[in-house]
């Protein structure tokens, strides 16, 4: 069975500071893996993923993350953060076939309180 | 588009008491899924379908019962709720044959008393 660990629960952070918000997983099979972000009181939504080809993947503001296989670790940063990047991070993970398929379950990380103070 | 709609979106219940939370997307998915989420745990499996006519068991099954009334709609039903049931929960869905992320409904407040 798949497992994730984010190492972080809380990040306080400076508005235009740098940001990076950590996870590893351990998997027996091949993996696919996300970034989803949870605005208070609201559902999750996709941030970014990482299924097959560059190892360094972005989403549309600003964040980044990369598949590093050897350490098992999808780290996800962001250069410079927002005050309205204040939100609820969650790593998470869907194993694959064979055939490169993913079983759909997702698998999650504790989640990651990102604070962006002024 | 409304996507993953989840009702209701807050529910007080008694220790004892039963309910359904309902779920239905628009999107033509064939893999729906709920989830619990607590604090500091992350969100948890508690049962999907992978299809229309099949379900099966998550993480954190026990206490839940489920329907998956058709390919629009996925219920999960707590027969006797408990206090340790109180959570936020998730539906979600997917097409993963073609290996989309899930997509989340607002989630469902519940807290037993």
């Known amino acids: 069975a798949q497992s994730v660990t984010q190492l972080d629960s809380q990040v306080p952070v400076f508005e235009e500071a740098p940001v990076e918000l950590r996870c590893n997983y351990s998997s027996s099979v091949s993996v696919y893996l996300f970034w989803y972000v949870q605005y208070p009181n609201q559902g999750l939504q996709l941030l970014l993923k990482?299924?097959?080809?560059?190892?360094l993947v972005e989403s549309i503001n600003g964040f980044e993350a990369e598949f590093n296989k050897s350490q098992t670790s999808f780290h996800l940063r962001k250069p410079s953060v927002h005050i309205s990047d204040t939100a609820e991070y969650f790593c998470?993970?869907?194993?694959?076939?064979?055939?490169?398929?993913?079983?759909?379950?997702?698998?999650f990380g504790q989640g990651t309180i990102l604070t962006v103070h002024p | 588009n409304a996507g993953v709609t989840q009702t209701p979106k807050f529910q007080v219940l008694k220790t004892g008491q039963s309910m359904t939370l309902q779920c239905a997307q628009d999107?033509?998915?064939?893999?729906m899924y709920w989830y619990r989420q607590d604090p500091g745990m992350g969100l948890r499996l508690i049962y999907y379908?992978?299809?229309?006519?099949?379900?099966d068991k998550g993480e954190v099954p026990n206490g839940y019962n489920v329907s998956r009334l058709n390919k629009r709609e996925f219920s999960l039903r707590l027969e006797s709720a408990a206090p340790s049931q109180t959570s936020v929960y998730f539906c979600?869905?997917?097409?993963?044959?073609?290996?989309?992320?899930?997509?989340f409904g607002q989630g469902t407040r519940l807290t037993v008393v």
């Open positions: 979600a869905s997917s097409e993963r044959l073609l290996n989309t992320e899930a997509f």
């Open positions: 998470a993970v869907s194993e694959t076939n064979a055939g490169g398929t993913s079983y759909g379950k997702l698998t």
């Open positions: 379908s992978a299809s229309e006519g099949t379900t």
């Open positions: 999107m033509n998915h064939n893999s």
């Open positions: 990482y299924l097959s080809g560059s190892t």
